[in-house]
């Protein structure tokens, strides 16, 4: 089975300024077949489910601000908010998706510095 | 709109079996998976397993395999997840979500139900 792993566990940014998450699974999610990576990142907010961010790893999902960015290929992927706003406080997720059982990463806390 | 309706909070002692529902609105329900996930009392997420009601291909996780049921009726759009002995330990909040098909595989979890609460005690 896939382990995904994200780094940091926490993460304190001061608003305006930009957050960085990072995300790494044990093998390859580089589909080869269709040269896509299958990786999607959540936010999730206290009280409230998951909301989809990003897949494809860099795909923004309809309505997401376009200050949430995602990168990466093979075993490394980053989450990128280039301006942090207040209501970007949550944790945030990866999931991989390449293979069943699909795995999240353990989460990272976001918050105002 | 589409919309993933969980049932309600539950109460149950461990031992006792219980049966939790998904039903899915404003899509078309056998041509997406549905998954369930567990966040258990401030933990992350856990991939529980996965559904495809148009033919009921369904995977577990090794963590959940032999200790839940997913199971889907077609015919009124739901998707169920049951145990059949509660323990203290499946507390937790429970998702289900629905999943995009690709090629006999289910892709990421694009709509998500509002949470059902089980808690187990004595």
């Known amino acids: 089975d896939i382990v995904m792993t994200q780094s940091p566990d926490s993460l304190a940014v001061s608003l305006g300024e930009r957050a960085t998450i990072n995300c790494k699974s044990s093998?390859?999610?580089?589909?080869?077949?269709?040269?896509?990576?299958?990786l999607a990142w959540y936010q999730q907010k206290p009280g409230q489910p998951p909301k989809l961010l990003i897949y494809w790893a860099s795909t923004r999902e309809s309505g997401v601000p376009d200050r949430f960015s995602g990168s990466g290929s093979g075993t490394d992927f980053t989450l990128t908010i280039s301006s942090l706003q207040a209501e970007d406080v949550a944790v945030y997720y990866c999931?991989?998706?390449?293979?069943?059982?699909?795995?999240f990463g353990q989460g990272t806390k976001l918050e105002i510095k | 709109e589409v919309q993933l309706v969980q049932s309600g909070a539950e109460v149950k002692k461990p031992g006792e079996s219980l049966k939790i529902s998904c039903k899915g609105f404003?899509?078309?329900?056998?041509?997406?998976?549905i998954g369930w996930v567990r966040q258990m009392p401030g933990k992350g997420l856990e991939w529980m397993g996965i559904i495809y009601p148009g033919d009921s291909d369904t995977r577990y996780s090794p963590s959940f395999q032999g200790q839940v049921t997913i199971s889907a009726d077609e015919s009124i759009n739901t998707a169920y997840l049951q145990w059949s002995s509660l323990k203290a330990s499946d507390t937790a909040m429970y998702y289900c979500?629905?999943?995009?098909?690709?090629?006999?595989?289910?892709?990421?979890?694009?709509?998500w139900g509002q949470g059902t609460l089980v808690t187990v005690s004595s």
């Open positions: 093998q390859t999610l580089l589909y080869s077949f269709d040269n896509k990576n299958y």
């Open positions: 404003g899509y078309s329900f056998t041509d997406y998976w």
């Open positions: 999931l991989q998706y390449y293979s069943t059982p699909h795995s």
């Open positions: 979500a629905r999943c995009p098909t690709g090629t006999l595989s289910p892709y990421y979890f694009d709509y």
